[in-house]
């Protein structure tokens, strides 16, 4: 079975710092794609980041980045500067290539980023 | 271009009422889901559809009925409400293709009550 997990539950950061909240996920598959999705108390879902997984190149977006190990089937997110928008949840998730392309999703991390 | 919109943005249902959450998307997206979230549950996929004129059941596809009308729209019919199905629904879609593309659009959801 696919899972993801992310064992960070909350997390809190100061304005200006650097922060990392971790992802594992568990498939058999070659073939797939990684997500980090941002979800702010306004409660949209938005993407933050994607990761081809036959692409050893880390993804940057501006203040986002990720840190993917595929061998130990981690996929990071750190968020350099943080800012007081960054707060929201955060979930990693991955989809398996082909046909039926579902999103599986980790539980989510609290991240607050504190003046 | 919209995007993704749903309909209502919240309701409040008694038990044994009816009623069908809306989704739309101007994207030209083939793929749609309905998803519903839970708190210390995460994304739960409910149904998807990956093509006009197709639907498939996700992991939680008791208690819902869905239409794809057209590849615009793709509605979630709860027939007889129960308070378990109290929660936050999102609607996505997804654009054809492969590799990059591989991302979903989400709708700001629907928050239902059933009392």
């Known amino acids: 079975a696919q899972t993801v997990t992310q064992s960070q539950p909350e997390m809190s950061v100061q304005e200006a710092e650097t922060v990392t909240l971790s992802c594992t996920y568990d498939t058999s598959e070659s073939n797939y794609y990684l997500f980090w999705y941002k979800q702010p108390p306004s409660r949209q879902m938005i993407l933050v980041i994607r990761?081809?997984?036959?692409k050893q190149q880390n993804a940057t977006e501006n203040r986002f980045s990720v840190n993917f190990q595929k061998a130990a089937k981690s996929f990071s997110l750190k968020i350099s500067d943080s800012q007081l928008g960054d707060t929201a949840m955060y979930f990693c998730?991955?989809?398996?290539?082909?046909?039926?392309?579902?999103?599986?999703w980790g539980l989510g991390t609290s991240l607050a980023v504190n003046p | 271009n919209a995007g993704v919109t749903q309909t209502p943005k919240f309701q409040v249902l008694k038990t044994g009422q009816s009623m069908t959450l809306q989704c739309a998307q101007d994207?030209?997206?083939?793929?749609m889901y309905w998803y519903r979230q839970d708190p210390g549950m995460g994304l739960r996929l409910i149904y998807y559809s990956a093509s006009e004129g197709t639907t498939d059941k996700g992991e939680v596809p008791n208690g819902y009925n869905v239409s794809r009308l057209n590849k615009r729209e793709f509605s979630l019919r709860l027939e007889s409400a129960a308070p378990s199905q109290t929660s936050v629904y999102f609607c996505?879609?997804?654009?054809?293709?492969?590799?990059?593309?591989?991302?979903?659009?989400f709708g700001p959801g629907t928050r239902l009550t059933v009392l």
């Open positions: 994207m030209n997206h083939n793929s």
């Open positions: 990761q081809e997984a036959y």
């Open positions: 998730a991955f989809m398996i290539g082909g046909n039926n392309r579902k999103l599986i």
């Open positions: 996505a879609s997804k654009p054809p293709g492969v590799r990059s593309t591989d991302t979903q659009y």
